[in-house]
Nanobody, 111 residues
């Protein structure tokens, strides 16, 4: 199983980033997917979840209205569109499938 995140980087407050997670080695279309994040000195926290079909999503209160999770089952990829980014969004973002984690991608929001 592989989960490979990409799309992180440095962005100014108010900016946007789109994270991608390319999945392989399991039946992606049958698996719910999630994005987590972990800031320095803090516990890893759930950011967003999406059902296997994409019809159902769930978000942490801190990102509701700013982040959107989506998936393309034909491409075995899950996305996290992040808008109106704030310094407190700075963290390593991880893609998660049941029992599996990606390696993480750094997102830094700073002027």
């Amino acid at each position: 199983v592989q989960l490979v995140e990409s799309g992180g980087g440095l962005v100014q407050p108010g900016g946007s980033l789109r994270l991608s997670c390319a999945a392989s080695g399991f039946t992606f279309r049958s698996s719910p997917m999630s994005w987590f994040r972990q800031a320095p000195g803090k516990e890893r926290e759930l950011v967003a979840q999406i059902s296997s079909t994409g019809r159902s999503t769930n978000y942490a209160d801190s990102v509701k209205g700013r982040f959107t999770i989506s998936r393309d089952n034909a491409r075995n990829t899950v996305y996290l569109q992040m808008n109106s980014l704030k310094p407190e969004d700075t963290a390593v973002y991880y893609c998660h499938a049941p029992n599996y984690w990606g390696q993480g991608t750094q997102v830094t929001v700073s002027s």
